[in-house]
């Protein structure tokens, strides 16, 4: 038969070829299992987070610091086949489409099917048709055959089945039934390969016509734009967490106001779990952390007055780890290392109300240290320093995802379809009814359908048939 | 309501402990839990019927649900959410749904077997969670959102438990096909059933995953992020989608959809304990 298929495929234009090719089903196996291997690459091997792998340097930094001391050697080969960015990479997409494809054409080559299992087909099989088959049974009840004829259909209707009957064209006995159930599940096979179509157009959508920005960071009290063609701008009005007595954290919360253009749009308090939606833009609390306030003054003027965002942990030489953060004056170009109190342990160096800071002048390698105590003033490299008060900071995910929708809407077809089709499966029986001896009809079924039950249907079905002869023959 | 856990936890183990030597001292002495009688007239039909003691022995394994089943709801009247915080919590309602679905199979197919195997799994799962610190630990604000997260969990447990018993009905089948061993169910039979119980699990583990990515759109801020537990149950469900369509478009049967189940089984067991073997979202211990 494979001989046969092959040679049948030599002679075909090149498109009829391609098309059953692409929508063979030995195809989609090999791409489902393709898709499970890439998955397992995956899981298994640690993968560039999303938003360093589109930024060279950082993508440089990332296979330095995180890729290179896991896998050594192996590094820039995996790097290469971009085995480190797995799901972004050709192989993935190509893969994937493939599937995609392979779907469509597989839908497109059903109709023919579905339109037959929707009709229920020919009702009248041969006798050769009942003699094949695991799902069948032969029996004999007592009784003419209009009557069996009868006692069958009613007993399958009883069962949901929808029985159609035809008499042989040779003798008015011979009767043909065909039934069947749950026909329309076969739709939902379409319903739910659909969804996973339009779930997939979904998140193509999001990823060429939206953003998201991972850490979105902003201290307590500064505004700052959301940028990506937006016009707005988010400003943290305050932020509060709450514990739990084992230390880890409670609830999170950022007091928040948007901003388009200067025009304030919202007011929310954002925590994990409710984010503030705006015009299909969403920001999503994620994370925190402190944020000290620093002031600078240069003999009279103030030259910057800001909480600095610790968003670095250090390893100091006593071993403790420790936040830190940086900001640069804009005139002079210095740079200031802030840094924090130890995150648990006793601290020695720096104390809870005290933050260190490390004062480098542009374009030279000299520099200056100092530890403010909080509210102090303190000289350092020909600066005022003061650390004003210990402040927080909050960090956002802001993303934008159009076609959002699109993923839900095919979420609920995808459920839905997959359901119907494992919890309705659609059965069809074939019966034939016949007379045999005199005052006997034979009953001849066979089932067909891809989840026969096994044998255990018929079985029943059979010793209804019996029950039901026996009493109609009583009465 | 602390100490009645830890009862249930030690019942429920003592009691699948005894089902299994139960089975086993019958199993050694040829006392079947199942008979084929026969039925019908005047052409009879032999139907498999459980037998006074393989009656007792469901009752049995029905106690130890109830137990689990105990053991869950003092529970989470106790931490005031469903069993979704950490790995004891997870192991538990785990072997709940191996329990309930090795039942429900055990007594639609009359097949002792795969009561027995269900509990080596469950049981297996319950030793493993008793090795696990049982205090209950406060919810990290994600975990917070206890509607959409009780029902992403428990659809989970039903796919899982489904699954297990698909494995079970597998690993019979691979292991006597080619011995003619008389007190088994036919190969057919078995290769039938893990169909089914593919076909139960799976608009379950569907469920599941549809069901995480609207709730990590709530809270992680985008309904799919490649995380090592949402990639590993995605590896999960495609090799159950090449299993059913194997089956049902190319025909595969016996030995091939057996081995293709199985992977599909070592798959959710991956992704179960995934946790200790991947960081991520999902790493809570």
Excluded at chain 2, 61 to 89: K, W
Excluded at chain 2, 188 to 198: H, K
Aim: charged residues 15%; aromatic residues 12%.
């Amino acid at each position: 038969m494979r001989a046969a298929e092959r040679r049948r495929g030599a002679g075909e234009p090149i498109f009829r070829r391609l098309w059953r090719l692409l929508g063979s089903p030995r195809l989609a196996l090999i791409l489902i299992l393709v898709l499970v291997v890439l998955g397992l690459i995956g899981v298994l091997l640690i993968q560039v987070p999303s938003g360093i792998a589109s930024d060279p340097v950082s993508y440089k930094v990332w296979i330095a610091n995180v890729a290179r001391p896991r896998f050594g050697a192996w590094t820039d080969i995996l790097s290469l086949f971009r085995l480190l960015d797995v799901f972004h990479s050709p192989w993935f997409l190509a893969a994937g489409g493939l599937l995609m494809v392979n779907i469509v054409v597989c839908i497109a080559n059903r109709r023919k099917t579905i339109a037959l299992v929707l009709s229920g087909g020919t009702v009248r099989q041969g006798a050769e048709f009942f003699g094949k088959g695991a799902d069948r049974l032969e029996l004999f009840v007592a009784g003419p055959t209009s009557k069996t004829v009868s006692l069958v259909s009613e007993l399958l209707r009883k069962q949901r089945y929808r029985v159609r009957s035809e008499e042989s064209e040779e003798s008015e006995e011979s009767v043909s039934l065909a039934a069947d159930r749950n026909r329309f599940s076969t739709l939902f096979t379409l319903v739910a390969h659909l969804g996973l179509l339009i779930l997939v157009l979904g998140f193509v959508v999001g990823s060429f016509w939206g953003f998201r920005d991972n850490s979105f960071v902003l201290a307590e009290g500064s505004l700052r734009d959301v940028g990506h063609n937006t016009n707005l701008s988010l400003e943290l009005k305050s932020f509060e967490d709450d514990y739990w007595p084992d230390g880890s954290p409670k609830d999170y919360r950022s007091q928040v106001v948007l901003y388009s253009g200067q025009q304030e749009v919202k007011q929310a308090l954002v925590r994990v779990n409710y984010p503030l939606v705006f015009q299909g833009i969403s920001f999503y609390q994620s994370g925190f952390g402190p944020a000290p306030r620093i002031r600078v003054t240069d003999g009279q003027t103030q030259i910057y007055d800001q909480p600095i965002p610790l968003l670095d942990v250090v390893q100091g030489q006593d071993y403790l780890y420790r936040y830190a953060g940086e900001f640069r004056l804009a005139d002079s170009g210095t740079a200031v290392q802030v840094v924090g109190s130890a995150l648990s342990g006793q601290d020695s160096l720096i104390g809870e109300d005290q933050v260190a800071i490390l004062v480098q002048e542009s374009g030279t390698s000299q520099y200056a240290t100092g530890l403010l105590d909080k509210g102090a003033p303190l000289e350092v490299g020909g600066l005022q320093f003061t650390f004003v008060g210990q402040q927080q900071y909050s960090v956002f995910q802001v993303s934008h995802r159009p076609g959002i929708e699109l993923i839900w809407i095919a979420c609920a077809l995808f459920v839905v379809g997959v359901a119907v089709v494992f919890y309705f499966p659609h059965r069809q029986l074939w019966v034939l009814v016949e007379p045999d001896k005199t005052g006997v009809s034979r009953v001849a079924i066979r089932a067909t359908g891809r989840s026969s039950p096994g044998s255990d249907e018929l079985s029943a079905l059979r010793l209804q048939i019996e029950e039901d002869g026996t009493h109609n023959q009583r009465r | 309501m602390i100490a009645v856990e830890q009862a249930m936890l030690i019942a429920s183990m003592a009691t699948l402990g005894v089902c299994l030597a139960v089975s086993l001292v019958f199993l050694f002495t040829r006392k079947p839990f199942v008979k084929s009688v026969t039925l019908g007239n005047p052409h009879p039909v032999s139907a498999r019927v459980f037998t006074t003691r393989g009656y007792l022995w469901v009752a049995l394994l029905g106690l130890a649900l109830l137990f689990v089943t105990i053991l869950i709801v003092s529970r989470a009247i106790v931490s005031g959410h469903g069993p979704f915080s950490n790995m004891y919590e997870f192991s538990v309602a785990f072997s709940w749904g191996i329990i309930l679905m090795s039942l429900i199979f055990m007594w639609r197919y009359r097949i002792a077997l795969l009561g027995v195997a269900g509990v080596v799994l469950a049981l297996g799962l319950l030793a493993f969670a008793s090795t696990l610190s049982s205090s209950v630990i406060p919810l990290v604000p994600a975990l917070q959102q206890s509607v959409l997260l009780s029902v992403h969990v428990a659809s989970a447990i039903v796919a899982y438990g489904a699954l297990a018993v698909g494995f079970a009905a597998a690993a019979i089948y691979l292991a006597i096909r080619r011995r003619n061993v008389s007190w088994v169910p036919r190969p057919e039979t078995l290769d039938n059933i893990g169909y089914r119980a593919v076909t139960v699990g799976f608009p379950f583990l569907t469920l599941t995953i549809n069901l995480g990515a609207v709730w990590a759109n709530v809270a992680w801020g985008s309904p799919w992020s490649w995380d090592p537990k949402e990639t590993a149950s995605l590896v999960t469900w495609l090799v159950f989608a090449a299993y059913l369509h194997a089956r049902v478009l190319r025909g595969w049967r016996g030995a091939r959809s057996a081995t293709l189940l199985t992977i599909g089984f070592l798959a959710v067991l991956f992704t179960f304990f995934g946790n200790y073997i991947f960081a991520g979202l999902h790493s809570y211990r």
